[in-house]
């Protein structure tokens, strides 16, 4: 996640807050979007300031979807062309991960970080546990297939602080990045709140600040609510017109957690 946009995102998310014809004439030209997107240690696109976007054909498909008006109709679950991006009951109890070593001397810190975010989930429902594997910890990336997804450290000078992936996401996409620089320095984000909004990407929840009710900051309409709007969601961005300072997580995320992954 981030805590500012790019020029270009924060352009189209403007855009997007227009009625009618005026999207597509107001929106930046993919050209521009393109250039003005960050790129990860992974060579991949990042979106919506913590998304990762594989190649530069779902880039433009993603460009597409923003630049497309939102329709009118909490938490909200991604969806794929099969239906809710999520895992099934006997993954998402055993959800596996590893912290890489070359955190250096922030490794400990971080697997604390992620374990009291995760814990935020688990809390949520007793259908969601993350399961902490160090004994993969030297080997921590991508390519173990020990663990369901690695945590690593972001590429130095990453404008994120951390980014995540969801559940339909290849092995070869399944990890959580971390700028740790950030991560301990993001005011009154904690580390706690910050790695269990990244867990709610891997659980398969999108931005709340998508929704139409928040008026800024929409990504596009590959989603589905769980609950009502909730302008205070663990998953909605301060920035985005957003109601908590804290990133803390709501009775109402975890009524959608509920509604996915049972109690």
Known sequence: MSRRLSRAALATCATLAVAGSAFAAQAPS???????????????????????????????????????????????INRTYSGD???????????????????????????????SGAAQWHGASSGIR??????????????????????????SGSSYIARAFFPSSSKSSRNVLINTSQLFNAGSWTPS???????????????????????????????RPLTAYDSSSIMHYP?????????????????GARAIYGY
């Open 30 to 76: 993919f050209q521009e979007f393109e250039a003005s997107a960050v790129r990860d240690s992974d060579n991949q696109y990042i979106v919506n300031g913590d998304e990762p976007v594989a190649n530069k054909g779902a880039l433009k498909a993603y460009y597409k979807e923003m630049t497309t008006a939102p329709d009118k109709d909490g938490l909200i």
């Open 239 to 255: 920035q985005c017109n957003g109601t908590s300072s804290n990133l803390s997580m709501t009775s109402t995320d975890r009524a």
């Open 85 to 115: 991006d999520k895992w099934t009951a006997t993954q998402a109890r055993n959800l596996t991960y590893c912290v890489s070593t070359r955190f250096g001397t922030n490794q400990a810190a971080v697997a604390n970080a992620m374990a």
């Open 130 to 155: 993350f399961v902490y594997l160090s004994s993969q910890n030297s080997k921590c990336n991508t390519r173990n297939n020990n663990v369901v997804f690695s945590v690593e450290p972001a590429s």
């Open 193 to 223: 709140n910050i790695m269990a909004h990244e867990l709610g990407h891997t659980l398969g929840f999108r931005h709340e600040h998508t929704r139409p009710e928040a008026g800024t900051c929409f990504e596009d309409n590959n989603w």
